[in-house]
């Protein structure tokens, strides 16, 4: 099931978002925050952009959101996409979660959407690009983990 995040979802999501901070460069934090800072994190998050979690028997799989992608306001019809699953399969909920938050981002008037994927992620390369999104560009050493 996809559905919109409730506040008892958080604990699930924080283990994954640490799995990724831990294990792999798709996410740039090089610890994970406190359990009460990443809440914090997502504070601009909640209420103002979509958030859906992929979810079985109770369980969270994966979950997906947008925030804002540039801090000037000229940009607020502009979205970065977030997401990310228990390590493993999607279960076949990527395209779902995804689907979600483009129908809503469309309905608060977004007109331009960004995913920044790590270029050592082909699978998300393939993904975003299955989906229709084109390349951009890139930020050769950014940043480095």
């Known amino acids: 099931m996809i559905r919109e995040v409730e506040e008892k979802d958080l604990r699930q999501i924080y283990e994954i978002y640490s799995y990724y901070v831990n294990h792999s ?27 859906y979690v992929a979810e079985r028997e109770e369980k969270i799989l994966g979950y997906a959101y947008a925030h804002a992608a540039f ?22 909920m990527a395209k779902g ?3 979600a938050i483009e129908r809503a981002l469309y309905e608060q008037g977004c ?18 690009e299955k989906l229709g ?10 940043g480095l983990k």
Do not use: M, Q
């Not at 801090?71 to 076949?92: V, W």
């Not at 995913?115 to 390369?125: G, H, K, L, R, V």
């Open 97 to 99: 979660l995804y689907d």
């Open 25 to 51: 460069t798709a996410i740039f934090d090089l610890v994970p925050l406190s359990f009460e800072r990443f809440c914090d994190s997502l504070k601009p998050v909640l209420g103002r952009y979509p958030f």
């Open 133 to 142: 999104f084109a390349y951009g560009g890139n930020l050769p050493s950014c």
């Open 111 to 128: 007109r331009w959407l960004i995913s920044c994927i790590t270029d050592s992620n082909a699978e998300s390369i393939a993904f975003h």
């Open 71 to 92: 801090s000037k306001e000229a940009y607020r019809f502009c979205a970065e996409l977030t997401i990310y699953f228990l390590p493993g399969d999607h279960h076949g």
